[in-house]
């Protein structure tokens, strides 16, 4: 009953408007972002343990726990620069992917203009809408190029365990290795 007023409670932030993007605040918008996500393997989570499979969960519970690892990581500093840098690299990622699916057409004529990932055109419009964004985010962050983030969420939570200073150390890396690292071998059977 408590994990479901507060899922409630989460969800009337959501769709009251009482969590916004905006256009100025990079690091809000991550956070919501972050925080939607969270909300609905919570959700998720709330729905299979009402249904007494809670083993089902514990892949929810690991992205709940990158989610949260990365948030820390990428909010608790006083610049934007990592959180532009993973924004780039993110976009970079989301283009390749998109550039596999002109292989696949390529490979595959019969799928093209099936759906909007073998639609060329929405491919490239989506590509260049990407591009875009990237252009501006290095735009208004001239140190993209020196910005160094951790790529690997075990060093991401080690980040976050110095920056913390915690009476007792390790306890985002134990996290890490007890939640992210066990639940990984449900995750990927």
């Known amino acids: 009953d408590d994990f479901r007023g ?84 993110d ?22 203009g099936k759906y909007g990932l073998t639609t060329p055109t929405i491919l490239d419009d989506m590509i260049k809408k990407n591009e875009v964004v990237i252009e501006a985010i290095k735009k208004g962050n001239k140190f993209h190029k020196t910005t160094k983030i951790e790529k690997d969420l075990r060093k991401r939570a080690e980040a976050n365990d110095k920056k913390m200073r915690l009476k007792e150390r390790g306890g985002w890396e134990f996290n890490y290795l007890v939640i992210f690292k066990y639940f990984s071998k449900f995750t990927h059977l």
């Open 91 to 112: 976009l970079e990622s989301n283009i390749k992917d998109l550039k596999q699916f002109h292989g696949f057409i390529k490979k595959y004529p019969s799928w093209e």
């Open 6 to 89: 507060l899922l409630e409670f989460g969800a009337n932030l959501f769709t009251n408007g009482k969590l916004n993007f905006s256009p100025k605040s990079y690091k809000r918008n991550f956070l919501i972002s972050s925080f939607a996500a969270i909300h609905n393997y919570c959700e998720a989570i709330y729905v299979l343990c009402k249904d007494s499979r809670p083993h089902a969960s514990h892949t929810l519970m690991r992205s709940i726990l990158e989610a949260y690892i990365n948030m820390l990581y990428f909010v608790n500093t006083n610049s934007n620069f990592k959180l532009a840098k993973y924004a780039i690299l």
